[in-house]
């Protein structure tokens, strides 16, 4: 199986800041990775597929990047709405595992 | 609009049998896989099942294969998973989730259904 790491597990950054989450895979996984963005109460929400490929209505404050085993993914100019914990999930070869997640919090 | 309504939740005890559902609307259920995924209390996200659109094709982890399965019935647009032989490490919130249009990712989610394992 697919393991996905993920770091940092929480972060707290500026309004109008920026922050960088990464994962790591335990091998090769494609470009098949994903990045989420999830709120309590709520689903989580497709932010970027496929490595760096933005969502339809997503901001280009959110972008991603990465091969092989190693991925990161950046928000830049914090929004207060950013605040929520995120989830890189990696969706190769018919296998589905996610990253241990990342609370982002404003300071 | 894409929505997704999962019903069927609650407290069971170890051992014991639960059936979710998941009520799809706004698109053509039909035509797309989809997936059951839970969060559990250390809010950790799991991969539970998946089905393919027509419902031929099923997959699950190693932690629930054989106590668990997937099915749908498009003619009333619902997905469902039946879960047997519970145990505590099955606690969690159980989301559906569609997969993404020709790409096996999760593309849209339901607000999830609470799944609670105790004696």
């Given at each position: 199986d697919i393991q996905m790491t993920q770091s940092p597990s929480s972060l707290s950054a500026s309004l109008g800041g920026k922050v960088t989450i990464t994962c790591k895979a335990s091998q090769d996984i494609n470009k098949y990775i994903a990045w989420y963005q999830h709120k309590p109460g709520k689903g989580p929400r497709l932010?970027?597929?496929?490595?760096s490929t933005l969502q339809p209505g997503i901001p280009s404050r959110f972008s991603g990047s990465g091969s092989g085993r190693d991925y990161s993914f950046s928000i830049s100019n914090?929004?207060?709405?950013?605040?929520a914990t995120y989830y890189c999930l990696q969706y190769d070869n018919l296998t589905w595992t996610f990253g241990g997640g990342t609370k982002l919090e404003i300071k | 609009e894409v929505k997704l309504v999962e019903s069927g939740g609650g407290l069971v005890k170890p051992g014991g049998s639960l059936k979710l559902s998941c009520a799809a609307s706004g698109f053509a259920f039909s035509s797309y896989d989809m997936s059951w995924v839970r969060q559990t209390p250390e809010k950790r996200l799991e991969w539970v099942a998946t089905i393919s659109s027509g419902g031929s094709y099923t997959y699950y982890p190693d932690s629930v294969k054989g106590r668990f399965t997937i099915s749908r019935d498009n003619a009333r647009n619902t997905l469902y998973l039946q879960m047997s032989s519970l145990w505590s490490e099955d606690t969690a919130l159980y989301y559906c989730a569609r997969h993404g249009d020709g790409d096996p990712l999760f593309d849209y989610w339901g607000q999830g259904t609470t799944l609670t394992v105790s004696s």
């Amino acid at each position: 199986d697919i393991q996905m790491t993920q770091s940092p597990s929480s972060l707290s950054a500026s309004l109008g800041g920026k922050v960088t989450i990464t994962c790591k895979a335990s091998q090769d996984i494609n470009k098949y990775i994903a990045w989420y963005q999830h709120k309590p109460g709520k689903g989580p929400r497709l932010l970027i597929h496929y490595t760096s490929t933005l969502q339809p209505g997503i901001p280009s404050r959110f972008s991603g990047s990465g091969s092989g085993r190693d991925y990161s993914f950046s928000i830049s100019n914090l929004e207060p709405e950013d605040i929520a914990t995120y989830y890189c999930l990696q969706y190769d070869n018919l296998t589905w595992t996610f990253g241990g997640g990342t609370k982002l919090e404003i300071k | 609009e894409v929505k997704l309504v999962e019903s069927g939740g609650g407290l069971v005890k170890p051992g014991g049998s639960l059936k979710l559902s998941c009520a799809a609307s706004g698109f053509a259920f039909s035509s797309y896989d989809m997936s059951w995924v839970r969060q559990t209390p250390e809010k950790r996200l799991e991969w539970v099942a998946t089905i393919s659109s027509g419902g031929s094709y099923t997959y699950y982890p190693d932690s629930v294969k054989g106590r668990f399965t997937i099915s749908r019935d498009n003619a009333r647009n619902t997905l469902y998973l039946q879960m047997s032989s519970l145990w505590s490490e099955d606690t969690a919130l159980y989301y559906c989730a569609r997969h993404g249009d020709g790409d096996p990712l999760f593309d849209y989610w339901g607000q999830g259904t609470t799944l609670t394992v105790s004696s």
